[in-house]
């Protein structure tokens, strides 16, 4: 997929037009309430793996969001999900990458047993949606809105305020915690889904794919190793599919399920996943 110096420029445009007040209020909150406290406590609350549902009902949950960070789309989340896929389809990439441009971002259906509290909720997203950081250490002025960071209460703590935090030097991205949001839950869902076959690249992509501090901005570099160097290797080329195929088009679900379902099925099984 070639990717034009016009596309470039025209996604991720984070000071255009009417959506500029919305989305920068959102990374507002996201900066200031996102602590490193608050990570372990989502943690604890929404891994609970409880809650089985089909793929295409939790797919069916995304008609009923759209992503207030994203700057680039007003459609509901899962016309993205459905363009993501379709792009690695015609591309004829591997079966397993049209599976996760398809579920990337089925993390979002959260918001079904979230609440305004915990930003999971279709109305508060701050715990949901947007590019992540690592919490419990400085935070870089790669981040969107870096004008936020000093919001972030862990700024003036004696250990989460510094370069390393808690964690060790080049101890790897796997060891380190990320704002709470959609990847990380949809990635330990999957972690814990029995019949999961998508390869590790696979779930480096549905992990890592709102990480853009890192893959995108390269900073925190004091904690990658070398594995991180191939996982940004797969980041980068996944994200082409899930930046530059955003557009105004709209797809049926119901229509493109028959060719999909054969490959959820390879890789994750008929039977439900458990949220």
Known sequence: MEISTEAKNTFRNYDQGDITAAVKEHYRKMRSRQTYDYVQRMKEKYLTYDTPMDLWDAMEKLN?????????IN?????HLIQSAEAIRADH???WMQLVGLIHDLGKMMFVKGCDEDGTSQDEQWGMV???FVVG??????CVYPEFNDLNPDSQHPIYGTELGPYRRACGLDQVDLAWGHDEYLYQVLLHHRENRIPEA???MVRYHSFYPWHTGGSYTQFTNEKDKQYRKWILDFNKYDLYTKSQQ???LDEIKAYYQPIAEKYLGPGPIYF
């Not at 009923?64 to 680039?72: G, N, R, T």
């Not at 250490?137 to 790669?142: A, G, I, V």
């Open 64 to 72: 009923e969001l759209i992503d207030v960070s994203d700057p680039d």
């Open 75 to 79: 459609l509901p989340n899962v016309q």
């Open 93 to 95: 990439r591997p079966d």
């Open 130 to 132: 947007g590019d992540v």
């Open 137 to 142: 250490c400085t935070l870089p002025d790669t």
């Open 202 to 204: 696979g779930m480096v």
């Open 250 to 252: 709209i797809y049926s």
